[in-house]
C-alpha cells in the first residue's frame, strides 16, 4: 500500500468516527452536558481527519520504502465500518461504549509514528496535536464515571486508570498488526466487547 492511499483511509476513519460522534451528540441534544461532550470528541476527530488529510497531500511528493499490511489496515477499517454502521445506540451506556472500543484502538499512536518515520511532521503540526490523544480519551473516560450506569463499562475504565501509560509502538507496522489480531481473532471474526447495539425507540438518560 502507498503512503498517500495509507493516509487517505486514515483520514476517513477519523471523518467517519466524527460523523458517529456528532450523530450522537444530535441524539442527546436535549442534554446539554452530553451534547457538548459528544460535540468536542466529534471536533477532536475531524482535527485528525484534516491533519491526515495534509499528511496525504503531502505524501504525494514522497517515496516510503517500507512495506504496509494492506490486510491489518483493512481489518481495522472493517472494524470501525461496523460500528459506525450498526443501529443507532439506544442508551447513553451504549453511545459511550461505541466510543471506548474505538478509543481502544489507540490510532492516534499509529498516526504520529507514520507521520515521524515518513518525515511528514510538518502536517499541521500532525505529532504535536495528535499527542494531545491521550486528553481525548480522558474526557471520555471521566464522561464515563460520571453518566455510565453499566458495570462492566465503568471497570473497563477502572482498568484504564490502573494500566501504566501506553508506551508509543516501535513499529507502525507491527502496532497495526497487533490492532488487527487483537480485532480479529479469526479471519472475518471480529473480536468485540458486547454484542450490537439495540435499535429503536427513544434515547435514554
Not at 499509529?110 to 480519551?137: D, N, P, T
Not at 479471519?187 to 466487547?193: C, Q, T, Y
Request: glycine share 8%; proline share 4%.
Amino acid at each position: 500500500m502507498r503512503l498517500v492511499d495509507l493516509f487517505r483511509q486514515c483520514a476517513e476513519l477519523e471523518s467517519a468516527i466524527g460523523d458517529l460522534y456528532q450523530d450522537f451528540a444530535a441524539r442527546w441534544q436535549a442534554d446539554a452536558g452530553l451534547a457538548s461532550f459528544w460535540t468536542e470528541m466529534a471536533s477532536t476527530e475531524r482535527q485528525h481527519a484534516s491533519l491526515l488529510s495534509a499528511a496525504a497531500d503531502l505524501a504525494l511528493e514522497k517515496e516510503w520504502c517500507e512495506p504496509i499490511d494492506a490486510t491489518s489496515v483493512a481489518s481495522i477499517r472493517g472494524f470501525v465500518t461496523a460500528l459506525t454502521s450498526w443501529p443507532a445506540p439506544a442508551t447513553v451506556d451504549d453511545a459511550l461504549k461505541n466510543a471506548l472500543d474505538l478509543e481502544e484502538l489507540e490510532l492516534d499512536h499509529i498516526y504520529a509514528e507514520f507521520l515521524r518515520i515518513s518525515g511528514l511532521e510538518s502536517a499541521g503540526s500532525g505529532i504535536e496535536q495528535l499527542g494531545r490523544g491521550q486528553e481525548h480519551v480522558e474526557l471520555l473516560l471521566d464522561m464515563i464515571e460520571r453518566r455510565a450506569t453499566d458495570e462492566g463499562l465503568r471497570r473497563r475504565v477502572e482498568g484504564h486508570r490502573r494500566s501504566p501509560e501506553a508506551a508509543p509502538p516501535a513499529s507502525a507496522v507491527a502496532a497495526l498488526r497487533a490492532i488487527s489480531k487483537r480485532l480479529w481473532g479469526e479471519p472475518g471474526a471480529p473480536v468485540l466487547h458486547r454484542g450490537k447495539n439495540r435499535g429503536g425507540g427513544g434515547p435514554e438518560r
